[in-house]
């Protein structure tokens, strides 16, 4: 991905805010407040029978990121739709997703409590922070094309960055079912799209369904609110991530004995590190001493002595933190929502605040057992997506910048490939990535391939390199690419992008043109 030359300042685009907040909540609060509404009495009567279909909820505002303190988060609980569209001018930060319980910690009503992951009552979103501007909304977008599951639904920008959403369809609904398995399957999900967002140096620490910045008028930068995903296609997609890198999808502990964690060349080297600080977007000293005493919770301390370590190691310290939030970090520790220190994290850890940290392995106790998907050759290759990921691959790896297309029989694609041509018809015909044009009849046809990602970047890097004289001409050339192509399910969606990331921003006259050809 090419990086930009400077930080960007991106130009907000036209939206609808109440149109936003529906996409985005759901059902999860009330249409209008249960007093004092400024609705018309029938429509409340109306909402109301609607709100009746199930079960609602709560999200978290705050007024400013100065709210956000180490003794409690100052701010206040709406439950509407209507407060939170009448309140947006003075907000900065939400809770996207939905809780089931909610209140306040002090008599004032000043501090909220409630933003717990097991308290979610659905989950509407997924959020990926992006924590600088040297990328452009089109580099962001590029890379959802290329390495995520598509484009996103929503870009919002804050002072330093952006926040890029991907909401859900139909909302997650959160249970304790199966030692909430539900959530497990969603913070992978999570997870995976910070990772396939790492070339616009998406944060991967980021709180999963924490607070986000509000979408406003002012700060969104992208909106594409049809463009949302079912729970199943995440899922889909977040199994071949892991399968194209090789992540484990079990973890299984084993009754058999294990070492000490505490007598681990890691852990010995994590307390020895003293300099640790940590800064936004950078792990640090809260991180550091969370992990210690979750490894000093998983070895059966007791919670008295784990503080007592706490405390000496956090008084070496250069830069330590107060009582109160060691106090507070413990408690989390030792609340029974955790399974064990995050190998991930204490990696970060080491590799950030200690010398050659990026050597010491890494094991947080016990024997485990990590269970792989077979070598994709080993396995039964009937799968559609599978096989529309191997198209794609092809494609691009066949693919010169010159031209969005290469030109191949289907016999050829299907030799190369090894798939059958019934196989190859089905793919294509379900597939919303992959595009085909056929020029000429009979022999003398030729067939081009091409996808949505490919085509985007193509028109993009014509527009980019051109003068603006000649931009009409180029969304000419552009419009005749797309006149010849089949309209397959991949061609809505590349229509859809094409004028969310090209012809939004210029002549309306040849968008109309366009529109009417297409």
């Not at 409690?72 to 930060?93: C, F």
């Not at 509407?124 to 452009?136: A, E, L, P, S």
């Not at 956090?314 to 830069?319: E, I, K, S, V, W």
């Not at 798939?419 to 003398?444: A, D, E, F, P, W």
Request: glycine share 6%.
């Amino acid at each position: 991905m090419a990086q930009a030359a400077a930080t960007y300042e991106p130009v907000p685009v036209k939206v609808n805010l109440k149109e936003v907040y529906d996409v985005i909540l759901h059902e999860g609060l009330t249409t209008y407040k249960t007093k004092n509404s400024n609705a018309p009495l029938p429509k409340q009567v109306e909402a109301a029978k609607v709100n009746a279909r199930s079960k609602k909820g709560a999200v978290f505002v705050v007024r400013s990121k100065e709210d956000f303190q180490t003794s409690g988060v100052k701010g206040y609980i709406v439950t509407s739709k209507e407060s939170l569209l009448e309140d947006a001018p003075g907000l900065t930060h939400f809770t996207p997703n939905v809780f089931r319980q909610y209140g306040y910690t002090d008599d004032s009503r000043r501090v909220i409590h409630g933003f717990e992951e097991r308290n979610l009552l659905q989950i509407n979103t997924f959020v990926v922070d992006i924590d600088t501007k040297r990328y452009t909304v089109q580099d962001i977008l590029l890379t959802c094309l290329d390495h995520s599951i598509g484009l996103p639904t929503l870009i919002v920008a804050s002072e330093r960055g952006y926040q890029v959403y991907f909401v859900l369809e139909k909302p997650l609904f959160i249970t304790n079912k199966n030692d909430f398995r539900g959530l497990t399957v969603a913070k992978r999900i999570s997870d995976n799209l910070k990772r396939s967002l790492k070339d616009v140096e998406a944060d991967v620490f980021c709180n999963d369904f924490g607070f986000f910045r509000l979408p406003k008028a002012s700060t969104i930068v992208f909106s594409q609110l049809n463009n949302t995903y079912s729970m199943a296609e995440f899922i889909n997609w977040s199994t071949r991530y892991d399968d194209n890198n090789q992540r484990p999808l079990f973890v299984v502990p084993t009754k058999l004995s294990k070492a000490s964690v505490i007598d681990s060349e890691w852990f010995q080297a994590l307390i020895k590190a003293v300099d640790i600080k940590g800064q936004k977007g950078q792990i640090g000293r809260n991180n550091a001493i969370f992990t210690l005493a979750l490894v000093c919770f998983s070895e059966g301390w007791d919670k008295s002595r784990t503080y007592d370590f706490l405390d000496e190691y956090n008084y070496n310290l250069r830069h330590p933190l107060n009582g109160s939030t060691i106090h507070s970090i413990l408690n989390s520790a030792y609340s029974g929502k955790y399974k064990g220190a995050s190998k991930e994290y204490i990696e970060a850890l080491l590799d950030l605040h200690v010398n050659n940290g990026h050597s010491i392995t890494v094991s947080t106790g016990g024997n485990v057992w990590y269970k792989f998907k077979k070598d994709r050759e080993d396995r039964i290759r009937s799968h559609y997506d599978e096989w529309e990921q191997d198209i794609i691959t092809y494609i691009t790896a066949e693919n010169e910048p010159s031209e969005p297309f290469i030109w191949r029989t289907q016999k050829e694609i299907c030799e190369a490939l090894g798939i059958s041509q019934s196989t190859l018809n089905q793919v294509i015909k379900t597939s919303t990535k992959i595009l085909k044009t056929v020029h000429g009849k009979g022999r003398y046809s030729k067939t081009g391939w091409t996808t949505v990602a490919l085509f985007i970047q193509y028109a993009m890097d014509q527009l980019q390199a051109s003068k603006a004289k000649y931009r009409k001409q180029l969304l000419q050339i552009i419009q005749e690419w797309t006149e010849v192509l089949e309209q397959l399910p991949s061609y809505k969606k590349l229509m859809n992008s094409l004028h969310q990331l090209i012809f939004n921003s210029h002549d309306q006259a040849t968008v109309k043109t366009f529109e009417e050809s297409g």
